[in-house]
């Protein structure tokens, strides 16, 4: 079989769950004899990469950015470039091209942001089987955030959101199949009235690590906390870091807190990390450098403000034997199994958060045997599994 995959960004050019998701889909359908064709963006423009099975598409749509540029722009630069990269007519003749070329038996989609929205159009006028992978909320909402505690503020509920969710409906139609990591993502759409005519399917991500044994001994008595993820407002970084401060204020107990990743707020994180020895900066790290990383920590913290539909780092996390300390949100806490995979607090809490940090320190005994519990509770499929359940969506 034949299986196209777009999306618009692909290692080296990536940020987040999804491209690993991608990269994973690649490497499990190539693992079992599949011709693969990736289409995606790149800001160096277009070239093609092809070894054994594997053929890469990488082109530039022509706008006004690069893709992973919207967040250095100006808000009516960045209107202009949504409505280009909706209409993107440039896009879709170029991915016509490609798919009349390689006639692929079916074509999975994932984010077309940056690629474009006639993208499945052009699909089902070739009469092509399609199946469509949402991510996050952004055929909603543009920039893919919701912020919890905003939701119903006209931010989020106004006729401008009215009318790019009328006009995405439009444009997406219903594939013949829509794959959503979660229950909540899933419902989302379908409220909205997105997909009335696909096939609607819960997948949860396939674990994107390889998984090695943690270490079984507590070496010191150190609590470890970690967070993995985007350093941005809307991840809650900035008030975890305010609980976690305040915890070694009123405690005596020896704790500690990594932060691995980038973004907006690094600069500010990394002041704050030079002022508290308890509290290590590392950047963006490698993939590879990432289990070492879970094997040595003893509780992974996920606070976001914003709705998520199924955070990889969450399923990592299960798979090295670390509970999972998160925010009560949509997505997030349809994963979390109070007491038995970990806890949740109210998002934006920092009182809340704090006396959660303060628990499991105190708690760490439990807080082990939660770990054990989480190699047999609630993880992801396996790159196989997950690869065998979308080979019996693609309809081989």
Not at 349 to 378: P, Q, S
Request: charge should be negative; glycine fraction near 8%; aromatic fraction near 10%.
């Amino acid at each position: 079989m034949k299986i196209c995959l777009i999306n618009n960004l692909y290692p080296p050019y990536a940020r987040g769950g999804a491209e690993q998701v991608v990269r994973k889909t690649v490497e499990g359908l190539l693992d079992v004899g599949h011709d693969v064709v990736l289409i995606t963006t790149s800001p160096e423009g277009e070239y093609v990469w092809k070894e054994g099975n594997l053929k890469i598409y990488r082109f530039c749509p022509r706008n006004l950015f690069f893709y992973t540029e919207g967040h250095e722009r100006g808000w009516l630069t960045r209107l202009s470039w949504h409505f280009l990269d909706m209409f993107h007519l440039g896009s879709a003749r170029y991915i016509k091209y490609i798919l009349e070329k390689e006639k692929p038996d079916v074509v999975h989609t994932h984010n077309l942001m940056g690629v474009g929205f006639l993208v499945p159009k052009v699909i089902r006028n070739l009469g092509i089987r399609h199946l469509h992978h949402v991510h996050d909320v952004q055929l909603v909402e543009p920039s893919g955030i919701i912020l919890k505690s905003m939701e119903n503020d006209w931010r989020y509920t106004g006729f401008h959101i009215r009318l790019y969710t009328l006009i995405m409906k439009k444009l997406m139609g219903s594939p013949d199949v829509v794959i959503s990591p979660s229950d909540f993502l899933q419902e989302f759409y379908h409220r909205r009235g997105f997909f009335s005519g696909s096939e609607l399917v819960v997948l949860r991500n396939p674990l994107t690590l390889d998984i090695e044994e943690r270490n079984s001994e507590i070496v010191d008595e150190t609590f470890r906390f970690l967070y993995v993820g985007q350093v941005e407002a809307h991840k809650g970084v900035r008030y975890m870091i305010d609980a976690f401060l305040a915890c070694l204020s009123s405690s005596t107990f020896s704790m500690t807190l990594d932060v691995v990743g980038d973004g907006s707020l690094f600069s500010e994180v990394q002041e704050l990390a030079d002022n508290h020895p308890m509290m290590r900066l590392h950047g963006r790290v490698g993939r590879n450098s990432l289990p070492e990383i879970f094997r040595s920590v003893d509780m992974t913290v996920v606070p976001s403000l914003c709705y998520e539909n199924s955070p990889t780092v969450i399923f990592e996390s299960f798979a090295f034997g670390v509970p999972v300390l998160a925010s009560n949100i949509e997505g997030i806490a349809e994963l979390i199994l109070e007491g038995e995979n970990g806890v949740t607090f109210v998002a934006g809490g920092i009182e809340d958060l704090a006396e959660k940090m303060l628990w499991c320190v105190k708690h760490r005994t439990a807080v082990r045997e939660m770990g054990e519990r989480t190699k047999t509770a609630l993880v992801g499929l396996s790159r196989g599994e997950y690869i065998d359940e979308l080979l019996g969506l693609y309809g081989e």
